[in-house]
C-alpha cells in the first residue's frame, strides 16, 4: 500500500531533505504523479557533503570532488505534510552509495551513536531548546520589538506570527511545551518536547524550517544565528539530555552521589571530558564563540553544575527534587543537530566505557572565580574560536573514530574554509553573511 495514501491528492511535491556539514537545510523536490509509490529518492552529488556554508562549491582537502553521485532515500517514516506550503510533503533523507548507508551521511552518524548506545542497553531521549530572532528584515537588523526578557509586550506585539509557528510545528507532530520572549530584541524561545535522539534531530530541522517559512509568510525574518546584535543575548540551542533503559528514565538515582545515576554520572563526565574537541561541532562557526561569554548563560567554562545556568552542563532538579535530565549550553542552532547528537552520545559512552568520574560540580557563577582560583580548581575556559576547536577534534580519537574517515575528512575541510574566510570579517560583514544561513 502507498505510504502517501493518507495524505491529499493535492499534494504535488515530496522535498527530501538532507543537512549537510555546514548545517543548511537543503532538499530535492520529488514531483508526486500518482500516489502508488512508496519508493522515494533523488540523486546528489557526493560533493554535496563538501561545500561551506559561505558559497555553493567545493572546499579543498575534502577527499570529495566533483565525480561520484550518492542517493537521497525518503525516510517515509517522517513524511509529513508542510503546514507553511500548500502542496508540498517533506520527507528526511538518508544518503545510500551503492545501496548501503553512506558513511558521510550525517543523519546515518546520528544512527549509528544510536545503535552504539543499544549496545550499553542504553535509550538516549532529547531535545533542542532553540532561541531566535525575529527582525523586520534581514537587511538593516531591525528587531520586531525592543522588549526585555519575558515581556508579554512582545508576547502581544508578536502575538499573530508566534501562534501560526505554534499551530505549524504541532501540525508536524511536535509538542510544544513553552513560549516566551527572550532578553534580546524580538528574541524568542518555543521549546519542543523531548524524543527519541533520531526523531529529536529531525525535530530541530522542522523547527527551524517552520519558524523561517513562518515568519516569511508574515512579512518578517527570523535568525537562529548565534550572535546577531554584538551587545544583545545570543541564540543558544541547548540541548537536553536523559538516559533511559528498559523504558525508565535512569538519570536519577536518590542514593548516587548528587542523586545521579552512576551511567549519568559516567556519561556527564564523557561529555565534559570531550567538551573542548565536541565545541567543533556544537559551536561550529566563528559567530558561535561571539555568543559564548561570561555571565550569559551559555556554558564558557568547562565545569557541570546542579542547576548551575553557567555552567556548561547543567543538571536540571525537578520541583520534588529529583532529577529527569541535563542540559548543553555550549550548543547553538549553527550545529548539525545529527553530529551534534551523535558526537554527544560518542563522548557519553566514552565516561560509561572508561568510568570517568564527574568533578564536584561548581555551585557558583564560574565567571566571577578569579583566574587563579579557576586553575586550582580545575575549571578550565573552554576554546574561544573554531579553529582551536577543530584542532582538538582533529586529535581526538574518540570522536574522529566515531566519524569514521571520510566523514571526519569532509567535516574538518569545510570547517576550516569557513574559518578562512570568516576570521577576516568584521561582525557585520559576518552577520550579512550568515543571516540567513540557519
Ligand atoms: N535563558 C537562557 O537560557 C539564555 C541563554 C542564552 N541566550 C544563550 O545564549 O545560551
Given at each position: 500500500?502507498?505510504?502517501?495514501?493518507?495524505?491529499?491528492?493535492?499534494?504535488k511535491?515530496?522535498?527530501?531533505?538532507?543537512?549537510?556539514?555546514?548545517?543548511?537545510?537543503?532538499?530535492?523536490?520529488?514531483?508526486?504523479?500518482?500516489?502508488?509509490?512508496?519508493i522515494?529518492?533523488?540523486?546528489?552529488?557526493?560533493?554535496?557533503?563538501?561545500?561551506?556554508?559561505?558559497?555553493?562549491?567545493?572546499?579543498?582537502?575534502?577527499?570529495?570532488?566533483?565525480v561520484?553521485?550518492?542517493?537521497?532515500?525518503?525516510?517515509?517514516?517522517t513524511?509529513?505534510?508542510?503546514?507553511?506550503?500548500?502542496g508540498?510533503?517533506?520527507?528526511?533523507?538518508?544518503?545510500?552509495f551503492?545501496?548501503?548507508?553512506w558513511?558521510?551521511?550525517?543523519?546515518?552518524?546520528?544512527?549509528?551513536?544510536?545503535?552504539?548506545?543499544?549496545?550499553?542497553?542504553?535509550?538516549?531521549?532529547?531535545s533542542f531548546?532553540?532561541?531566535?530572532?525575529?527582525?523586520?528584515?534581514?537587511?538593516?537588523l531591525?528587531?520586531?520589538?525592543?522588549?526585555p526578557?519575558?515581556?508579554?509586550?512582545?508576547?502581544?506585539?508578536?502575538?499573530?506570527?508566534?501562534?501560526?509557528?505554534?499551530?505549524?510545528?504541532?501540525?508536524?507532530?511536535?509538542v510544544?511545551?513553552q513560549?516566551?520572549?527572550?532578553?534580546?530584541?524580538?528574541?524568542?524561545?518555543?521549546?519542543?518536547?523531548?524524543?527519541?535522539?533520531?526523531r529529536?534531530?529531525?525535530?530541530?530541522?522542522?523547527?527551524?524550517?517552520t519558524?523561517n517559512?513562518?515568519?516569511?509568510?508574515?512579512?518578517?525574518?527570523?535568525?537562529f544565528?548565534?550572535?546577531?546584535?554584538?551587545?544583545?543575548?545570543?541564540?543558544?540551542?541547548?540541548l537536553?539530555?536523559?538516559?533511559?533503559?528498559?523504558?525508565e528514565?535512569?538519570?536519577?538515582?536518590?542514593?548516587?552521589?548528587?542523586?545521579?545515576?552512576?551511567?549519568?554520572?559516567?556519561?556527564?563526565?564523557g561529555?565534559?571530558?570531550?567538551?573542548?574537541?565536541l565545541?567543533?561541532?556544537?559551536?561550529?562557526?566563528?559567530?558561535?564563540?561571539?555568543?559564548?561569554?561570561p555571565h550569559?548563560?551559555?556554558?564558557?567554562?568547562?565545569?557541570?553544575?546542579?542547576?548551575?545556568?553557567?555552567?556548561?552542563?547543567?543538571?536540571?532538579?525537578?520541583?520534588?527534587?529529583?532529577?529527569?535530565?541535563?542540559?548543553?549550553?555550549?550548543?547553538?542552532?549553527?550545529a548539525n543537530?545529527?553530529?551534534?547528537?551523535?558526537a554527544?552520545?560518542r563522548?557519553?559512552i566514552?565516561?560509561?566505557?572508561?568510568?570517568?568520574k564527574?568533578?564536584?560540580?561548581?555551585?557558583?557563577?564560574?565567571?566571577?572565580?578569579g583566574?587563579?582560583?579557576?586553575?586550582?580548581?580545575?575549571?578550565?575556559?573552554?576554546?574561544?574560536?573554531?579553529?582551536?576547536?577543530?584542532?582538538?577534534?582533529?586529535?581526538?580519537?574518540?570522536?574522529?573514530?566515531?566519524?569514521?574517515k571520510?566523514?571526519?575528512?569532509?567535516?574538518?575541510?569545510?570547517?576550516?574554509?569557513?574559518?578562512?574566510?570568516?576570521?577576516d570579517l568584521?561582525?557585520?560583514?559576518?552577520?550579512?553573511?550568515?543571516?540567513?544561513?540557519?
Open positions: 500500500m502507498s505510504v502517501l495514501k493518507e495524505f491529499s491528492s493535492d499534494n511535491f515530496l522535498r527530501i531533505v538532507w543537512c549537510d556539514n555546514a548545517n543548511i537545510i537543503r532538499s530535492k523536490s520529488l514531483r508526486l504523479h500518482s500516489k502508488a509509490n512508496s522515494f529518492y533523488v540523486g546528489i552529488s557526493k560533493a554535496q557533503q563538501a561545500v561551506p556554508v559561505i558559497y555553493d562549491g567545493v572546499v579543498p582537502d575534502s577527499l570529495l570532488g566533483p561520484g553521485e550518492v542517493y537521497l532515500k525518503a525516510d517515509n517514516s513524511i509529513t505534510q508542510l503546514p507553511y506550503a500548500p508540498h510533503l517533506r520527507a528526511m533523507g538518508d544518503m545510500y551503492n545501496d548501503e548507508p558513511q558521510y551521511c550525517t543523519r546515518g552518524y546520528l544512527r549509528r551513536m544510536v545503535d552504539h548506545a543499544g549496545e550499553y542497553g542504553l535509550n538516549i531521549k532529547a531548546e532553540n532561541e531566535f530572532y525575529l527582525l523586520k528584515n534581514s537587511d538593516n531591525e528587531s520586531v520589538d525592543s522588549t526578557f519575558a515581556s508579554t509586550l512582545s508576547m502581544d506585539v508578536n502575538h499573530e506570527v508566534i501562534m501560526d509557528m505554534v499551530d505549524s510545528v504541532e501540525a508536524q507532530g511536535m510544544v511545551e513560549y516566551y520572549p527572550e532578553a534580546g530584541p524580538g528574541q524568542q524561545e518555543i521549546t519542543i518536547g523531548y524524543d527519541d535522539v533520531l529529536a534531530a529531525d525535530n530541530q530541522i522542522m523547527f527551524r524550517e519558524v517559512a513562518v515568519a516569511l509568510k508574515h512579512g518578517i525574518k527570523a535568525s544565528l548565534p550572535k546577531i546584535f554584538p551587545d544583545s543575548s545570543g541564540s543558544g540551542c541547548h537536553h539530555m536523559s538516559l533511559w533503559k528498559n523504558g528514565n535512569i538519570t536519577h538515582d536518590p542514593s548516587g552521589k548528587w542523586k545521579l545515576s552512576k551511567e549519568a554520572s559516567y556519561f556527564i563526565a561529555v565534559l571530558h570531550h567538551l573542548p574537541s565545541m567543533a561541532i556544537t559551536t561550529p562557526i566563528s559567530n558561535s564563540y561571539k555568543r559564548i561569554k550569559s548563560w551559555s556554558g564558557k567554562y568547562k565545569c557541570w553544575g546542579l542547576d548551575n545556568r553557567e555552567a556548561s552542563i547543567r543538571v536540571v532538579s525537578e520541583p520534588d527534587g529529583s532529577i529527569k535530565h541535563f542540559e548543553l549550553k555550549t550548543l547553538d542552532a549553527a543537530p545529527y553530529l551534534a547528537l551523535g554527544v552520545i563522548a557519553g566514552d565516561g560509561l566505557d572508561n568510568k570517568f564527574l568533578p564536584y560540580p561548581v555551585q557558583s557563577d564560574p565567571g566571577d572565580i583566574d587563579g582560583e579557576r586553575d586550582d580548581l580545575g575549571i578550565e575556559e573552554l576554546p574561544s574560536c573554531p579553529v582551536d576547536a577543530l584542532e582538538n577534534l582533529e586529535n581526538n580519537i574518540t570522536i574522529m573514530n566515531s566519524l569514521g571520510g566523514l571526519s575528512a569532509a567535516y574538518l575541510a569545510v570547517k576550516r574554509e569557513e574559518w578562512r574566510i570568516l576570521k568584521n561582525m557585520d560583514e559576518e552577520v550579512s553573511c550568515l543571516i540567513d544561513r540557519y
